[in-house]
């Protein structure tokens, strides 16, 4: 019984041993670090923005990270193929381009279509929490007050969002480090104006309108904030 118990404790130590060794062996090869490898998985965090992104997913039309212009390589040609060279839109694009080389105007049209739908709705819903990310402080308080007057009479805005036919960029800008870009903006909309007893009181709840608008979006190029904002509005009739 003895002799079973030291070939047991033998035993048991050289298995010991051997795990130990190839533990550390595995350890040598398998725990080197190159410096490329990929976060630990998170299931709690994942797809959780971190606060800076989460306020950047407010914007009206969020540029990508900076990059340097490639040498040799035409970085003026989503501009010239957007506005013909030479006119003061194809100059201002270009200013704005060079103060800023991510910046790409047919993304900023995609952007800035999002965007006016938002702002539209917005002022229909009364929502200010989304008119404040959207809008400059002049045209919030103009949105504000007209919206502060209709719930003052207990109106209401029945509104459809059918789409936008049209969007062009028709100016550009570079004031200082301030980038100005006005669109003309063709949409449809359905929308009807009730009265505090249900009443339609303008527009038609029940036919598609269109709806032609120049707007201008603004963005402080210094700024680490990534937020075009809505600068200057004006109907065309």
Same mark, same amino acid.
């Given at each position: 019984?003895?002799?079973?118990?030291?070939?047991l404790?033998?035993?048991?130590?050289?298995?010991?041993v051997?795990?130990?060794?190839?533990?550390?062996?595995?350890?040598?090869?398998?725990?080197?670090?190159?410096?490329?490898?990929?976060?630990?998985?998170?299931?709690?965090?994942?797809?959780?923005?971190?606060?800076?992104?989460?306020?950047?997913?407010?914007n009206?039309?969020?540029?990508?990270?900076r990059?340097?212009?490639?040498?040799?390589?035409?970085n003026y040609?989503? *501009?010239?193929?957007?506005?013909?060279?030479?006119?003061?839109?194809n100059k201002?694009?270009r200013a704005? /381009?060079d103060?800023?080389?991510?910046?790409?105007?047919?993304?900023?049209?995609?952007?800035? /279509?999002?965007a006016?739908?938002?702002?539209?709705?917005?002022?229909?819903?009364?929502?200010?929490?989304?008119?404040k990310?959207?809008?400059?402080?002049e045209?919030?308080?103009?949105?504000?007050?007209?919206i502060?007057?209709?719930?003052?009479?207990?109106?209401?805005?029945?509104?459809?969002?059918?789409?936008?036919? /049209?969007?062009?960029?028709?100016?550009?800008?570079? /004031?200082?480090?301030?980038?100005?870009i006005?669109?003309?903006?063709?949409?449809?909309l *359905?929308?009807?104006?009730?009265?505090?007893?249900?009443?339609?009181?303008?527009?038609?709840?029940?036919?598609?309108a269109?709806?032609?608008?120049?707007?201008?979006f603004?963005?402080?190029?210094?700024?680490?904030?990534?937020?075009?904002?809505?600068?200057?509005?004006?109907?065309?009739?």
């Amino acid at each position: 019984m003895a002799n079973d118990m030291e070939y047991l404790d033998f035993g048991t130590i050289f298995f010991l041993v051997v795990a130990v060794v190839i533990f550390i062996q595995l350890r040598n090869v398998l725990g080197r670090r190159t410096g490329s490898e990929r976060p630990p998985f998170d299931p709690y965090t994942a797809g959780r923005k971190k606060p800076e992104e989460a306020e950047a997913s407010d914007n009206v039309v969020s540029l990508p990270g900076r990059k340097k212009p490639v040498e040799g390589e035409n970085n003026y040609a989503s *501009i010239d193929a957007m506005a013909k060279p030479d006119t003061d839109l194809n100059k201002g694009l270009r200013a704005i /381009k060079d103060a800023d080389p991510s910046f790409e105007p047919k993304t900023f049209v995609d952007g800035a /279509k999002m965007a006016y739908e938002m702002i539209v709705m917005a002022y229909a819903d009364g929502d200010r929490k989304t008119l404040k990310n959207l809008l400059s402080r002049e045209v919030y308080d103009g949105f504000v007050s007209a919206i502060g007057d209709r719930e003052q009479r207990s109106e209401k805005i029945q509104s459809s969002f059918v789409g936008i036919n /049209k969007a062009d960029i028709v100016a550009a800008e570079l /004031k200082g480090s301030e980038a100005h870009i006005t669109l003309r903006i063709i949409s449809e909309l *359905i929308s009807a104006t009730r009265d505090k007893s249900g009443e339609v009181i303008d527009g038609d709840p029940e036919t598609v309108a269109e709806v032609k608008d120049v707007w201008t979006f603004a963005r402080d190029l210094r700024s680490r904030d990534p937020n075009w904002k809505l600068v200057a509005t004006e109907a065309e009739d």
